[in-house]
């Protein structure tokens, strides 16, 4: 039951944006030698993958993301894998190469609709605005409003939409959206 009650904590602290109360749950879990471990190992590695991601230790992502990609081949979230994929090649500015994982999170059946889906969307936009090439990252931008039913990242989406009109000369557009976002 121990083992449980880690797995269960170390979630409610993620959960809440309390990452270093959850890792001490994540590493008891990961440390548990009993079968009701099992079903939790490559989430728990995921959640250590995903809070290191937060905190920008890049390296330590790869690592994680190495051993999950090792033990857990058929993993139903590699979608969420080839998303912070994306992160680590986005914080390196490989651009070209954080798309292609973005897209392959955006492609995989288990993830096409999910959250995950939609922030990589987003992320696709945003490499497009680092190179200064607003024509597609408005495009990036407006799929996420046409494709994924997440308020928060539409309204984000639109609002960077928004600002390639106006890097655009197109400022008509970019109050239209705007003026959308407040209403």
Same mark, same amino acid.
């Given at each position: 039951?121990?083992? =449980?009650?880690?797995? *269960? ?21 990961g440390?548990?030698? @009993? ?7 490559a989430i ?17 992502? @790869? ?6 990609? @090792?033990r ?5 979230? =590699?979608?969420?894998?080839?998303y ?11 651009f070209?190469? =954080? ?22 969307? *987003? ?38 939409a ?22």
């Open positions: 039951v121990a083992t =449980s009650a880690h797995f *269960w904590l170390a979630e409610a602290h993620f959960q809440l944006k309390e990452y270093d109360e959850a890792i001490p749950h994540l590493v008891a879990v440390k548990a030698q @009993d079968r009701e471990a099992e079903p939790w190992q728990v590695l995921l959640r250590l993958a995903q809070i290191k991601a937060i905190q920008r230790s890049w390296e330590e992502v @790869d690592q994680i993301l190495s051993r999950l990609q @090792d857990f081949r058929d993993f139903e979230r =590699s979608y969420e894998i080839r912070l994929e994306g992160q680590r090649l986005v914080a390196a500015a490989h070209d190469e =954080s798309r292609t994982s973005f897209q392959e999170a955006i492609d995989d059946p288990r993830g096409q609709f999910t959250e995950t889906a939609a922030k990589a969307q *987003w992320m696709i936009g945003e490499t497009y605005l680092h190179q200064n090439a607003a024509e597609q990252a408005l495009r990036a931008y407006l799929k996420v409003d046409m494709l994924y039913d997440y308020p928060e990242w539409r309204a984000a989406a639109l609002l960077q928004g600002k390639c009109y106006e890097r655009l000369g197109k400022i008509p557009n970019a109050r239209k959206l705007y003026e959308r976002i407040t209403t």
